[in-house]
């Protein structure tokens, strides 16, 4: 579990690090990767409440992320009502496990990060609501589960690699759209000098 987690955490600063502009965004989500890295470990600690612990980190990164651009009052509801079908999902396959093995479940979340990246076109707003989601979700889950169920329940670091994972496709798709928005500025621009584009 450790190597996956890792894997997942080096390979989003990489991309961070190479591709995305140097700015004060890019060293909050270098610090933001940083601090999961250097925290993997609070999940086995007995004298740390790993749900408070990842709530709150995902919470703080994800109100700053999302704060950075302006956004319309209707907007800053998108995260928590989006949490609640989070947490719906999350709830189902934690009560029906086998569904979770199956793989329309992976294709489902690529296509919600799809629809995700299509609501909000900027990297932070996009960087902010998934992070907000899957703290608000991982929070109405806990709460849920703690009235239901008479033992604690317990959110291990399958949580916080299924947010890395969201995060490296986010990343991608960010990417392929801005590479679309390139490619075509380039198009107008040589259409607009009188040549040919190739």
Not at 27 to 32: G, Q, T, V
Not at 45 to 55: A, D, K, M
Not at 61 to 84: A, C, D, E, N
Not at 112 to 120: G, P, Q, S, T, W
């Amino acid at each position: 579990m450790a190597a996956i987690y890792y894997w997942y955490a080096w390979v989003l600063a990489l991309i961070i690090f190479f591709f995305i502009p140097s700015s004060n965004l890019r060293s909050r989500l270098l610090l933001f990767i940083w601090i999961i890295m250097c925290t993997y470990t609070v999940g086995d600690n007995q004298f740390i409440n790993f749900q408070l612990y990842f709530v709150l980190l995902l919470g703080i990164f994800g109100t700053y992320f999302w704060k950075i651009t302006r956004k319309h009052m209707i907007q800053h509801f998108w995260p928590i009502v989006l949490s609640i079908g989070y947490t719906a999902v999350q709830l189902f396959l934690l009560v029906q496990p086998v569904w979770s093995r199956l793989p329309g479940v992976y294709l489902g979340v690529i296509f919600f990060l799809f629809v995700l990246n299509k609501m909000f076109q900027d990297l932070p707003s996009l960087m902010g609501a998934w992070l907000l989601i899957n703290a608000f979700g991982t929070l109405w889950s806990y709460l849920v589960l703690s009235i239901y169920i008479l033992e604690e329940p317990f959110f291990n670091q399958q949580t916080i690699i299924f947010v890395l994972k969201g995060m490296v496709v986010l990343f991608i798709m960010y990417g392929i759209h801005r590479l679309k928005d390139s490619l075509q500025q380039k198009k107008i621009k040589t259409i607009k000098k009188g040549g040919a584009y190739v």
